[in-house]
T-cell receptor
């Protein structure tokens, strides 16, 4: 079974731009969670989607948004990028919601904001 | 404020030594998971502990869940260079009215040959 895939793997943007990251969960997994990982803050929960609906949300500003499609694939969007948004963005899938059981992580998208 | 505090944050030891990593909280969790993350990859689940006082072994790694389900430890015996990585604990439970998984900041472990 293919694992969680994330595209792109690396991105360089400038302040003020927006970015869209994509995540394809493991086949059959219906819950997708997004995390931001930085050296200073560790792994911070962004949001979780199940059945195309956002079920949980972390403490991030409204510039961070996401969606899930009917095939469980998910995208997250960050608008008006700031330098502090530079991070590794990880997507994780799990079978059902809530996704507090085993989470399977993708390799992440490394976003650099200049 | 981190809900889960991991210590130490950094640990560098020689191959063959033993070590223990701690994961502490004032909150009760329904389960606690340990992940390992290597450079360029996402975290990979090592183990899940569910019952207070539970001990699980994975080869040279021993995981324990505290009796009150608020803390956990990871002990590695005779560390090997392949154990190098970022170790993350994650607690699952009802947090702010929703079922969530919260992560500690991680312990960056380096095993020197």
């Amino acid at each position: 079974k293919a694992g969680v895939t994330q595209t792109p793997r690396y991105l360089i943007k400038t302040r003020g731009q927006q970015v869209t990251l994509s995540c394809s969960p493991i086949s059959g997994h219906r819950s997708v969670s997004w995390y931001q990982q930085t050296p200073g803050q560790g792994l911070q929960f962004l949001f979780e989607y199940f059945s195309e609906t956002q079920r949980n949300k972390g403490n991030f500003p409204g510039r961070f948004s996401g969606r899930q499609f009917s095939n469980s694939r998910s995208e997250m969007n960050v608008s008006t990028l700031e330098l502090g948004d530079s991070a590794l963005y990880l997507c994780a899938s799990s079978l059902e919601w809530p996704g507090t059981d085993t989470q399977y992580f993708g390799p992440g998208t490394r976003l650099t904001v200049l | 404020t981190q809900l889960l505090e991991q210590s130490p944050q950094f640990l560098s030891i020689q191959e063959g030594e033993n070590l223990t990593v701690y994961c502490n909280s004032s909150s009760v969790f329904s389960s606690l998971q340990w992940y390992r993350q290597e450079p360029g990859e996402g975290p990979v689940l090592l183990v899940t502990v569910v019952t207070g006082g539970e001990v699980k072994k994975l080869k040279r790694l021993t995981f324990q869940f505290g009796d009150a389900r608020k803390d956990s430890s990871l002990h590695i015996t005779a560390a090997q260079t392949g154990d190098t990585g970022l170790y993350l604990c994650a607690g699952a439970g009802s947090i702010q009215g929703a079922q969530k998984l919260v992560f500690g900041q991680g312990t960056r472990l380096t095993i020197n040959p």
